[in-house]
């Protein structure tokens, strides 16, 4: 069974920093493009971050460009978010996600992930 497995998030005042992990098992995608996407109350899950197969390139969306890393450690086939400067507006769940796919048209659709993580809650109070 193929699962992809978040942890690292919660509760955090304005200005700090967290780091989300993703462990994947029942497969590899240390070949495949992973990425972050986020989803708070009410709103339509949106794209965070994303990273390629081989970690050659990164794309970020403009609202967190400058404060979020995204990284992968493919000796662990995990994936990971550095987050800083954390704002009450990053409060969502972060959901862990990968192509079956090497190379993708639009890294920022969710539409292009096959897999998907069940989510870690971070909230970030002012």
């Known amino acids: 069974q193929v699962q992809l497995v978040e942890s690292g998030g919660g509760l955090v005042q304005a200005g700090a920093s967290l780091r989300l992990s993703c462990a994947a098992s029942?497969?590899?995608?240390?070949?495949?493009?992973m990425g972050w996407f986020r989803q708070a109350p009410g709103k339509e899950r949106e794209f965070v971050a994303a990273?390629?197969?081989?970690?050659?390139?990164?794309f970020y969306a403009d609202s967190v460009k400058g404060r979020f890393t995204i990284s992968r450690d493919k000796g662990k086939d995990s994936l990971y978010l550095q987050m800083n400067s954390l704002k009450p507006g990053d409060t969502a769940v972060y959901y862990c996600?990968?192509?079956?796919?090497?190379?993708?048209?639009?890294?920022?659709?969710?539409?292009?992930?096959?897999?998907w993580g069940q989510g870690t809650q971070v909230t970030v109070s002012s």
């Open positions: 996600t990968a192509s079956g796919r090497r190379y993708l048209v639009k890294y920022v659709d969710r539409s292009e992930y096959d897999y």
């Open positions: 029942g497969r590899t995608f240390n070949n495949n493009p």
């Open positions: 990273i390629t197969w081989d970690a050659g390139s990164t």
